[in-house]
């Protein structure tokens, strides 16, 4: 996500105005680069505005003119359209949505017909936020991007129904005085919409979670300690660390990870930074970042590059220059 506002009162204004370009380029640097086709007279000035940015980020978009959005494949983020005004098409890798409420995320493809007096509310997550969710869950970091297997979202249904109905509270809530006061409130509001979209909405994950059953879950210990490596990866963090967080002794948590995971905590933790460094290498590759081996490397702890190389290639089959290349 970029750099978070200070929500003082109410939602902030990013942009407003009618130079549409304009317009653009700032939602273009919030969500996703996109192109844009004008296909009418501007009515109304223009609008973006913050309603919350952290773990989530949720905003308000108008253009005041009938416009023609068309992203390229999205790379690091999954994003619901919830709409709020006017009316509009929108196309999810060649096909046409039953009404513009629907997610896309990582792979997809979106294209987008607005009228001119559309307004719709996008929540963008994050691909790291989905996965550390993910990880809770399955025991490990998911291999690869979780890819929803609906791109529409069925207000009929009543899971899709509450969990549309969770994310208006939301957008009540993060403007509140409450949640100005609560960060942990918030922060436990942002991991319910997660949690409840992956249950609500089927994705290439489901069957995988259905398989494990809640009785299949790990125990609370090591799903403390498995988030805890997922969101504190790019800090230096020792067994120590990781056993505190999950609320046990090390010799308990290695005995956790030896018999649930057939791990380490260390290894376990180093893989969820080869993952992190994969996932940069493959944004510079798509020209979404800038960087090399040795800058990604030394972001997620490893200093030894020899050794990093080594353990990337067994993880992934080809060496860390190899991806920056290309090669997926």
């Known amino acids: ?39 009418g007279a501007q009515v109304l000035p223009g609008r973006f505005r913050a309603f919350h940015e952290g ?17 390229g494949e999205l790379l690091d983020f999954y994003n619901v359209i919830l709409p709020r005004a006017g009316g509009g098409d929108v196309v999810v890798n060649g096909t046409a949505m039953p009404s513009p409420l629907s997610v ?47 791109h529409a979202l069925d207000a009929a249904d009543p899971a899709a129904r509450s969990w549309l109905e969770l994310a208006d ?18 922060q436990h509001f942002e991991r319910l919409l997660v949690d409840a979209l992956l249950d609500a909405q089927p994705h290439s994950y489901t069957d995988a979670l259905a398989d494990r059953g809640r009785a ?9 300690a498995t988030a805890y490596c997922a969101e504190h990866a790019h800090e230096p963090v020792s067994v120590s660390d990781i056993a505190q967080a999950a609320r046990v002794s090390p010799r308990t948590l290695r005995e956790g990870f030896r018999t649930h995971l057939d791990t380490t905590p260390l290894a376990y933790l180093r893989r969820v930074r080869l993952d992190r460094a994969h996932h940069d290498l493959t944004a510079v590759a798509a020209g979404h970042a800038t960087g090399t081996v040795t800058d990604i490397a030394c972001r997620w702890g490893f200093t030894h590059l020899g050794r990093f190389s080594a353990d990337y290639r067994q993880a992934y089959g080809h060496p860390p220059s190899a991806t920056l290349r290309g090669h997926r």
């Open 55 to 71: 773990r989530l980020g949720l905003y308000e978009l108008a253009y005041g003119a009938p416009v023609r959005l068309e992203t």
């Open 216 to 224: 299949a879950l790990l125990p609370s210990a090591l799903r403390r």
């Open 1 to 39: 996500m970029p750099d978070q506002v200070e929500h003082a009162a109410g939602p902030v204004s990013l942009y407003e105005g009618g130079d549409i370009e304009e317009l653009r380029q700032v939602v273009s640097g919030r969500l996703s680069p996109h192109r844009i086709t004008v296909l």
């Open 169 to 186: 509270s939301f957008r009540q809530f993060v403007v509140s005085p409450l949640a100005r006061s609560s960060a942990l409130g918030v």
């Open 104 to 150: 896309a995320g990582p792979g997809d493809e979106v294209t987008m017909d607005w009228d001119v007096r559309a307004v719709n509310s996008a929540l963008a997550m994050s691909r790291q936020t989905v996965e550390q969710a993910l990880a809770v869950r399955l025991g490990d970091l998911p291999q690869h991007p979780l890819r929803f297997r609906h």
